[in-house]
Structure formats: structure tokens, C-alpha cells
């Protein structure tokens, strides 16, 4: 039952010399008929999600590019098998891309179980078991395979999407990893490094950061004894321990159950597993923005 977990950008859109034109236009803003390493990177995120990448593995599959150092020409570029390329990549490293994983969605009638999983959510969140059974999406149960199964930083919902959103995310450790698949709330300060009123800043706060920590190099690392690096040294990294479960609010609710501010400090990401895979599921509650008397 487990499929392929996707982002809204990772649909696979075959990238035909004609569309590869067009790509090459919008991204070559300074007309110099070459894209740089940066435009290079910007294409690769907006065409498969893909967010690190290296220029050896890049100029290896695709020989035409070898020569031109750290530019792409027009030709060079239109004429590129990029298909092959993303195809290559996100089998020898998967890492590269903004997720890997594997997923499948478990509906609370169908499984009577897991409906005392939402009387825990309810118990644990302080909000009320009606409330909580009640706008609960269907459970989303995750595997991420060894060696490289993640999910680079985001939110859980747009920030735009008020008539629909998930106002809370009830994230569940389903097994131990030993090492590696750590999730790191990134709008999190432990040990007060930044103002407090960031943590309600808007995008021109968040939208930086969010670019910053798209590389699994934001997570933590062996070789810098398992610490969060710079400038995420102050986030919580959460090692998955078996029948822990994390939450928090995306967005902001009034009793009524109407949703308010969006939190852009609620990005959030799963770091590389390494030798174990792992298990994870997610619960999410649902809410709506308070519609005008006019709407009503």
C-alpha cells in the first residue's frame, strides 16, 4: 500500500527541448545567455524538488557541459538530457532530492485502533476528543528507507490556504533509529539566541531561512559530533524514539475553531536516515477561516 511520497513539484513533466527553452529564458534574467551555478540550482528546485546537487556528478552525465566550467550555455542546456539526469540522481542520491520516502493513508473508521490514537492527540494537545475526531485528516503512515530516506525543511500547510488549512501537525516516532532521522523543528530557539517575536515574524524572516535549511547539511552531522550547524544551532532536533510523538501549531485557532495567523516558524524537516529506516505517521487537524456575513 506504500506509494512514493511527492511534493507539488515532483510530477515528472518530461523537459522536451521546446519546454527547455522556455525554462532557459525565464531563468536567464541578466540575458547572458548562460546560467550559473545559482540558476542552475533554481531550475533543478523548481523543475524536481531537487535541492543539492554537484557540478562533477552534473558535467559526468551530461558531456556536452563539461567543458564550459561553472556555466550552462543555451545550446548546451536545450539539448541536455535532463530527464535522464533527475532520473540518475534520485537513484544514486536520493539525498539530493527534497524527499524520500514512501507513504500511505489510514482511514480512523477502517481501522477502530487508531481512534484511540486520536483520544491520546486529544489528551496531549489539551483540545477536546470531539473536536479532534472531528477535523482529523485520515493518519499519513511514512517509511523512510535507510541510507538517505528524508524530508527537507517545510511547512505542513500554505499559508494562503485559509479556506482548508492544518492548524496542527501530531507527528509520531513509530521505531528507534539508532543514528540519523532526527526531526528538526527549525522555528524553535533553545537556548534564546534570537528575539522572541521572530518565532511570529513573516515571510521576509522565514523566507531566507527556509532556502538555508532546504540541504540536508542543515541537519546534524557525525563529523560535527551530531550538533545542529550554523545558524540552526539554537532548533530542536528530536531523536525518533519508538511511541514519541511531537506537535505543534501551524497556525494560529480562536475557540471557535477559526484559523488565524499563520506561523511561518512552524518549518520543519526529517533528517537523513543512515543504516535504519524509518517509521513515522502523521495525524493533522483541520481548520477554517471565520467566513464574512457578506460569504454567509
Known sequence: MLERSETSTDKGKPISAKRAAKIFKNLDENRDKS???????????????????????????????ATTGLKVGKEEFITADWDGFFSSAKTMHPEWFARHSRQTWMGYSDHPFL???????????????????????PMQVLLYPPHGGHYSCHHDTAPDGLDDARFMTVFFFLNDVADG????????????????????????????IESQCQSVLSCPQPSRGHAMPQPFSSALAVKPRMGTALFWYNMAVDPKGHIGQFYWSSIHGGCPTRADEKWAANVWLHARAKKS???L
Open 181 to 208: 532521522g532526527e526531526t528538526v523543528l527549525f522555528g524553535t530557539d533553545l537556548n534564546g539566541t534570537f528575539p522572541e517575536d521572530r518565532a511570529f515574524a513573516g515571510e521576509d524572516i522565514w523566507g531566507p
Open 115 to 137: 481512534e484511540t490514537v486520536l483520544d491520546k492527540v486529544a489528551a496531549v494537545t489539551g483540545l477536546s476528543e470531539r473536536l479532534v475526531r472531528k477535523t482529523a485528516e
Open 293 to 295: 456575513r457578506k460569504e
Open 35 to 65: 546560467l550559473d551555478a545559482e540558476e542552475i540550482a533554481e531550475f533543478f528546485k523548481e523543475a524536481a524538488d531537487m535541492v543539492d546537487f554537484s557540478w562533477e556528478f552534473l558535467t559526468a552525465r551530461l558531456p556536452n557541459i
